[in-house]
Each structure stands twice: as C-alpha cells, then as structure tokens.
C-alpha cells in the first residue's frame, strides 16, 4: 500500500514514516519542505492544507492518508478570535484533504486526533472510553472535534472509510514540549514541588506505541469507520514520573514533596490554576475497544518507554557537548595544520603540477545529513581515472608521486580546508560517493549521515573499507557512539604516526 503521511517533519509523522519504513507498506513523506530523513522515503509536497488548496498531485496513487499534520498554537495577540485560526488548517483544511482524497480513489483516511477533545482531566479511576461524550475546552480540541465530525460525516455519503485516533500525551525519542522540559530540569537537579503528587493518575502513549497502533489501523477491517483512544495501558502518577525520568537519566530525583493542596493554593495565587490542574490532577483512557476489536495489545510499557526516552535525552545531550567541543578542536588544529605543512603544500602543487598538469582532486562527497559537499585532496591517480570509490581503481591508476603522497597520507591535507569550511570533521565516517547505493543505504540504517564526515576514524585505522558496506557501516556507528575526547586524539595520533590503510586500491 501506499501511505501518504502529512506532517511527516513532525514528531509522530516523522517516527511513523521511519517505521512505515522497514513495513511492506510504501511510506510517503507529505512535506512543506525537504526534510531529513530516511534516504528510501519518498516525498511530496503540501504547500498548504488551508481550504480551496490543489492537493491531487499528492494524492495520486495514495492508498491511506494518515493526517497528522495540525496546527496547535496560535499566538492571541496575533489572532482575535484563535478559533478561526484554528479552523482553518484543522476543520477547513482537513476536510478539503479528505474530499480529494475521496475523488482520488483513497481507501482510507486516518486522523491523529486529541484526547482534549474528550476533555482535560477525569476522576481517578473514571477513564474516558471511546464512547464517553466529548467536552472540548479550548479553541485547539473544539477545532479537532469539528474535524472529527466533518470526517464521520463524509464517510456516510463516500466510499471513504474513517479512523479517528485520540491519543494522550505522546512522548519518545526527540520529544519536544513539557516532557522534555521535565526531564530539563530534573537532569540539573532542579528541586521541583510536584514530587508530592502520588494520588493523581495520569495515561500516556509512546511514540512506539502510537505508530504500532496507526500501523495496526491502517488495513484492519475493524478500524473502519471507528474512534480509538490510546495509550500505554499503564498509568502514572507525577511522582512517579518524575522518579522514573530520574532513573532514566541516572540522577538523583531531587523533587520535593509538597502537599498538593498546597500546589493548587500557590497555583490559584499566581493566577495558573491551569498548571496545577494538569500536574495534580487525572487523565485516564481505557483502551479496551483497541484490544477487543483490533486484537492490540501495547509492545512497550510506560516504565522502559520513559526509560529510553530519558536515556536518549541523556545522550544527546552528551553528543552535543562532545560535537560542539570537536567542531572547536577541528578549527583550531585544521587551521594549525594549514600553517604548519604550509611548504608542504606548495611543493605537492608545484610538483603535482609538474607530474599530471592538474594537482589538485575535486570530487562530490556525501556529508552529514546527505548533503553534498566538494572533497579536496591532492591528485594520486591519473586524470582520465574514472571517478569511482578508490577500492575499484586498479594500481596502475596510481602516479608515481600518488604513491609517495598516499604512503605518507600527504594527499589528505587538502581536506583540512574542508574540515576549516565545517564540511567534515578530523575524526569522523569517510565521505562516500553519491553512486554507491548498498554503503548508503547500510549507512542511513545505521544513523551514520547524522554527523560530519572525518578524514579518520576507527574504520579505516582497522583497516575497513567501502567495499564492505555493512561491516563499515557497523563500525562507522560503533565509532559514532562511543566518540570521546581520548578516541578523538587517538586516531588522529594514530593516522599520524602511518597505521591504517587509508582509501586501498586493487
């Protein structure tokens, strides 16, 4: 099948497509612009999903819509009455996606909906079901249940068939808003107040589990035409949150146990009695009807959800850190470097000048993120040498100064006027060719394109090349996550000092 996703450079659309990916399904990316991800997604763009918007092109040949695209804020000085704004893109402009996607021939169209269209807190052991009546609150959930209704409306006079999905919080991996403020500031021990709230119990959804289920509805016959709350199936209190965030992370829940009457007297105060609603009170789902009638059950639980999105803040935040210091390092020794192998590099022109007339070798790489970039390097090989990964040039391709340089790595200093430029990094994955499709598909599954590319690193220190695309992708990723200062300094040490193979040849 092929599944259109809108909103793809979103939180949810973005992991969906990812998973949609490694399915039988063809996953395609409905974007304003190009995003950055998976190389084996294909794209189409959606300008805009306002009413009257041309939207056949993106839906030719679609199987399943699955619309998660929405507008969420709407800043009040900028808007007299938000609920119009808001409107516009989640009532008129999903109406207008759903009626071409009707004269398109969709099967099916799935709308990521909200739990705020059934309401904002429920009493503790009072979950919302399915068939609860809606009670939208704010200008956002109203527009979401009007979309909702417009949606159930359509597929009564159509062949469309309608999944309406209202998940709770979503959280993962890359999570933006509350949650990752959350895990903020317990990472810097910040002392919270709202480690006292342990009577509340509050249902959430991981983005793992969100997309299973959106996966599951996709082609389940059951689904037609039906509404499904979501979430983990294990509820949680705030402290408890809060402690498992903590043990995510590795730090001390440092949280303080105020009494929660004494949270909604401070919040009712500061005029946010809001705040502590949301903090202190309830918001259960039961997700019976998603086990009964599709036969779903969640795979992740909320502990080992939360736990994994806690260590991936963590890590992230740890790369960060190291990149920033190594795009330091990197100026400092590539500019260094430029002025100490200064003669160096003259004398390799003059003399590369002199041996093939053109001294220099300019080729496009593959950079981070899979942007194209100009890899300099002294010229090694002959000029009518095709332009092909260096494992499938034969020798005799080599000069007989492309020998000297290459022994002693001279033909890589070029490249420090790259890593000077910010395109690559001393340490980092070689930069491959855009013609060599089974290294960078390894490479995209892998998450290598997600840094610089290095004139060195483990790979070709241990003597890996690019004719093994697997093996190399694998080690290119074992470098990438366990990149430290001391790695860092010690393969350019070792580069230095001759060991590794470079880029072989036959």
């Given at each position: 099948?092929?599944i259109?996703?809108?909103?793809?450079?979103?939180f949810?659309?973005?992991?969906?497509?990812?998973r949609?990916?490694?399915t039988e399904?063809?996953?395609?990316?409905g974007?304003?612009?190009l995003p950055?991800?998976q190389?084996?997604?294909?794209y189409?763009?959606?300008?805009?999903?306002?009413?009257?918007?041309?939207?056949s092109?993106?839906?030719k040949?679609?199987?399943v819509?699955?619309?998660?695209?929405?507008?969420?804020?709407?800043?009040?000085?900028?808007?007299?009455?938000?609920l119009?704004?808001f409107?516009k893109v989640?009532?008129?402009?999903?109406?207008?996606l759903?009626?071409?996607?009707?004269?398109?021939?969709?099967k099916?169209?799935?709308f990521?909906?909200?739990?705020?269209?059934n309401?904002?807190n429920?009493e503790?052991?009072h979950?919302y079901?399915?068939?609860?009546?809606?009670y939208?609150?704010?200008?956002?959930?109203?527009?979401?249940?009007?979309a909702?209704?417009?949606?159930l409306?359509?597929?009564e006079?159509?062949?469309l068939?309608?999944?309406i999905?209202?998940?709770?919080l979503?959280?993962?991996?890359?999570?933006?808003?509350n949650?990752r403020s959350?895990?903020?500031?317990?990472y810097k021990?910040?002392p919270?107040?709202?480690?006292?709230i342990?009577?509340?119990l509050?249902?959430?959804?991981?983005?793992d589990?969100?997309?299973d289920?959106i996966?599951t509805?996709?082609d389940?016959k059951?689904?037609?035409?039906q509404?499904?709350?979501?979430?983990?199936?294990?509820?949680?209190?705030?402290?408890g949150l809060?402690?498992?965030?903590?043990?995510g992370?590795?730090?001390k829940?440092?949280a303080?146990s105020i009494?929660?009457?004494?949270?909604?007297?401070?919040?009712n105060i500061?005029?946010?009695?809001?705040i502590?609603?949301?903090?202190?009170?309830?918001?259960q789902?039961?997700i019976?009807k998603?086990k009964?009638l599709?036969?779903?059950?969640?795979k992740h639980t909320t502990?080992?959800?939360?736990?994994?999105?806690?260590?991936?803040?963590?890590?992230?935040?740890?790369?960060?850190?190291?990149?920033?210091?190594?795009?330091?390092?990197?100026?400092a020794?590539?500019?260094?470097?430029?002025?100490a192998?200064?003669?160096?590099?003259?004398a390799?022109?003059?003399v590369g000048?002199?041996?093939?007339g053109?001294?220099?070798f300019?080729?496009?790489?593959?950079?981070?993120?899979?942007?194209?970039?100009?890899l300099?390097?002294?010229r090694?090989?002959?000029?009518?040498?095709?332009?092909?990964?260096?494992?499938?040039?034969?020798?005799t391709?080599?000069?007989?100064?492309?020998?000297?340089?290459?022994k002693?790595?001279?033909?890589?200093l070029?490249?420090?006027v790259?890593?000077?430029?910010?395109?690559m990094?001393?340490?980092g994955?070689?930069?491959n060719?855009?013609?060599?499709?089974?290294?960078?598909?390894?490479?995209?599954d892998?998450?290598v394109?997600?840094v610089?590319?290095?004139?060195?690193?483990?790979a070709?220190?241990?003597?890996?090349d690019?004719?093994?695309?697997?093996?190399?992708?694998?080690?290119d990723k074992?470098m990438i996550d366990?990149?430290?200062?001391?790695?860092?300094?010690?393969?350019i040490?070792?580069?230095?000092?001759?060991?590794?193979s470079g880029?072989?040849?036959?």
């Amino acid at each position: 099948m092929n599944i259109l996703v809108t909103g793809a450079n979103g939180f949810v659309g973005k992991s969906l497509v990812k998973r949609l990916i490694t399915t039988e399904h063809q996953a395609i990316a409905g974007v304003r612009k190009l995003p950055e991800l998976q190389q084996d997604c294909a794209y189409r763009i959606l300008n805009s999903l306002e009413n009257n918007t041309d939207l056949s092109g993106a839906l030719k040949d679609i199987d399943v819509v699955v619309h998660s695209a929405a507008r969420v804020h709407v800043m009040k000085e900028a808007a007299t009455d938000p609920l119009a704004e808001f409107r516009k893109v989640n009532v008129d402009g999903t109406l207008n996606l759903a009626r071409q996607a009707v004269q398109a021939g969709v099967k099916r169209f799935i709308f990521i909906s909200s739990i705020k269209v059934n309401g904002e807190n429920t009493e503790l052991g009072h979950p919302y079901t399915a068939e609860s009546k809606p009670y939208p609150t704010d200008p956002y959930s109203i527009s979401k249940y009007e979309a909702e209704k417009s949606l159930l409306k359509l597929a009564e006079s159509t062949p469309l068939e309608v999944v309406i999905i209202r998940p709770t919080l979503v959280y993962g991996e890359n999570v933006k808003g509350n949650f990752r403020s959350l895990m903020k500031w317990t990472y810097k021990g910040l002392p919270l107040p709202i480690g006292g709230i342990t009577t509340n119990l509050r249902s959430l959804v991981s983005v793992d589990n969100l997309t299973d289920f959106i996966i599951t509805c996709i082609d389940h016959k059951n689904a037609k035409n039906q509404i499904f709350l979501i979430s983990d199936d294990d509820d949680i209190s705030t402290a408890g949150l809060l402690d498992k965030i903590a043990r995510g992370l590795g730090v001390k829940n440092k949280a303080l146990s105020i009494p929660t009457n004494m949270i909604n007297i401070a919040a009712n105060i500061l005029g946010k009695p809001g705040i502590a609603e949301r903090l202190s009170g309830s918001l259960q789902v039961d997700i019976e009807k998603s086990k009964t009638l599709l036969d779903w059950q969640p795979k992740h639980t909320t502990a080992e959800s939360i736990q994994k999105t806690a260590q991936y803040y963590r890590s992230s935040l740890t790369n960060h850190n190291s990149m920033m210091l190594q795009r330091s390092l990197d100026i400092a020794f590539s500019s260094a470097g430029l002025v100490a192998t200064s003669p160096l590099l003259i004398a390799a022109t003059v003399v590369g000048y002199l041996d093939t007339g053109s001294p220099l070798f300019v080729q496009e790489r593959i950079g981070k993120n899979q942007k194209p970039f100009k890899l300099i390097k002294f010229r090694t090989m002959k000029v009518t040498t095709e332009s092909v990964a260096s494992h499938l040039v034969d020798n005799t391709s080599i000069t007989k100064l492309g020998k000297i340089l290459r022994k002693t790595k001279l033909d890589e200093l070029p490249q420090l006027v790259n890593v000077l430029k910010g395109e690559m990094s001393l340490v980092g994955p070689r930069p491959n060719l855009f013609n060599q499709e089974d290294l960078i598909k390894a490479r995209a599954d892998q998450g290598v394109y997600d840094v610089l590319p290095g004139i060195t690193g483990l790979a070709q220190l241990s003597g890996v090349d690019m004719s093994t695309p697997e093996r190399l992708a694998k080690m290119d990723k074992e470098m990438i996550d366990s990149l430290s200062l001391k790695n860092y300094f010690s393969y350019i040490i070792g580069t230095a000092l001759g060991k590794g193979s470079g880029d072989a040849v036959k």
